[in-house]
């Protein structure tokens, strides 16, 4: 799912905006890695989202800009993703800040930015070499790119070829999914971007585990599932020695 307005919620509880303009500021060699275009007024960046979602918003996943996650200045878009889904992620914000900026709501600017972003991502190369796979069905084959854990042939954890995800399947697909989300995830599989770095592979997994239970064994709605899983991710985050631990003991109640 792409970034989320709980996110601006847990903001506005957690610190004020100046305060975490300050911290952007003081961090900013650590959260600006690299300069990757200049379009009309806006200068595309590629940032650590890794420290930006231990230290500022767990939501930030893939891309954001102002109008969505206020901490991202006016004229700048932060991205977190494979280079080869670049130009996608742009048009998407283009489209979502502009209509944003007019007062448009974030639900019904992204609606019209997916649009917008599917069409571009129909006329890709991927798009094309892989579509006969998925008019057959055989979509597994090609997302599937390896398996990270198998827990005792239950519950299946893959690395998934996340922009084969999002051409295909669902194009808000960012960070983890599970089969409880998704109807075309088996139920016993969860799946792990590839665009996340393996260094928060097992911070993704605790937040679909519990979201998982919630829903299948809570009857949790997934805004309510997701809203706790970030919760749990954010402490997490924090207290990193303590994750395997919560990893088993989600494991254990799944």
Known sequence: MKECEICLKKIKCLASLKEISQKIKYHRKKIYLKKLLSLSQF??????????????????????????????????????????????????????NRLMKKGVSFEQASKIA??????????????????????????????????????????????????????????????????????????????????????????????ELHERRMMKNKNQSYLKAHKLATIVEDYCRKHPKKIDKFIEKELRLA
């Not at 991205?79 to 742009?90: A, G, I, N, Q």
């Not at 571009?120 to 069905?137: G, I, P, V």
Request: proline fraction near 1%.
């Open 114 to 207: 997916d649009f917008a972003e599917k069409k571009e991502r129909q006329r890709s190369s991927m798009f094309t070499k892989l579509k006969n796979f998925f008019k057959r069905k055989k979509f597994l084959e090609k997302v599937h790119k390896k398996i990270w854990k198998n827990y005792k042939d239950k519950l299946f954890v893959y690395v998934v070829n996340g922009e084969v995800v999002r051409d295909f399947l669902d194009i808000s697909f960012a960070g983890g999914a599970h089969g409880y989300i998704d109807k075309f995830i088996p139920k016993n599989e969860l799946w792990i971007d590839d665009a996340i770095h393996s260094s928060e592979y097992k911070i993704i997994l605790i937040h």
């Open 43 to 96: 200068s595309v960046w590629f940032v650590d989202g890794e420290f930006i979602r231990k230290n500022i918003c767990e939501d930030f996943v893939n891309l954001g800009q102002h109008y969505h996650f206020k901490f991202i200045p006016k004229n700048e878009f932060w991205l977190d993703c494979k280079k080869s889904e670049t130009h996608f992620f742009v048009d998407y914000l283009l489209v979502e």
